[in-house]
């Protein structure tokens, strides 16, 4: 099975810049995407195939997505990003799944 | 704007099965798959499957192949998710999302909490 791995924390002081991993083998050759869980919140979609945003999410998120490692870039954080981040893909070779990185802490300082 | 409204909190015992509703409005129901994912106590989130709602059609995950069942009623722009044979680790908070035809989930319910417990 396909196995998306994040880093378990990040910890960036405001205005700073946050990058969150997510490796995969090959995941550059698929779409990922991204999303941000706040505390007691359902996740919400920041990013999608590998860096287009929905409207309403800020430029300051960005992503990028080559060889093994998708990338979610937060510049000039501010505390309302401190939030656990999980990158998405969908896995068409193994039994249609929907595969969920291990997630990732990121801490305002 | 898109709203999917789940039903209530739910409590079980182990070997009980449990059904969790999502009921769509702001868009054409039947134009979107939905999903289903969980969470577990400070654990990621876990796909689970997704049903077509144009025709009825779903997708499970081996995980949950035998347990999980996926049904809609377009009449009421509502999914279901049956879940059977329920042991305390299915203790988690369950969400539908909608997928925004890419295999992204753009919008997301509120989440319903389940626990399993004797």
């Known amino acids: 099975s396909y196995v998306l791995t994040q880093p378990p924390s990040v910890s960036v002081a405001p205005g700073q810049t946050a990058r969150i991993t997510c490796g995969g083998r090959d995941i550059g050759t698929k779409s990922v995407q991204w999303y941000r869980q706040r505390p007691g919140q359902a996740p919400v979609l920041v990013v999608y195939?590998?860096?287009d945003r929905p409207s309403g999410i800020p430029e300051r998120l960005s992503g990028s997505n080559s060889g093994n490692t998708a990338t979610l870039t937060i510049t000039r954080v501010e505390a309302g990003d401190e939030a656990d981040y999980y990158c998405q893909v969908w896995d068409s070779s193994s039994d249609h799944r929907n595969v969920f990185g291990t997630g990732t802490k990121v801490t305002v300082l | 704007q898109v709203q999917l409204v789940q039903s209530g909190p739910a409590v079980k015992k182990p070997g009980a099965s449990v059904r969790v509703s999502c009921t769509a409005s702001?868009?054409?129901?039947?134009?979107?798959?939905l999903h289903w994912v969980r969470q577990a106590p400070g654990q990621r989130l876990e796909w689970m499957g997704w049903i077509h709602t144009g025709n009825g059609n779903a997708r499970y995950s081996q995980k949950f192949q035998g347990r999980v069942t996926i049904i809609r009623d377009t009449s009421a722009n509502t999914v279901y998710m049956d879940l059977t044979s329920l042991r305390s680790e299915d203790t988690a908070i369950y969400y539908c999302?909608?997928?925004?035809?890419?295999?992204?989930?753009?919008?997301w319910g509120q989440g319903t909490l389940l626990t399993v417990s004797s």
């Open positions: 702001g868009y054409t129901f039947t134009s979107h798959l």
């Open positions: 195939d590998d860096s």
């Open positions: 999302a909608r997928d925004g035809a890419g295999y992204y989930l753009d919008s």
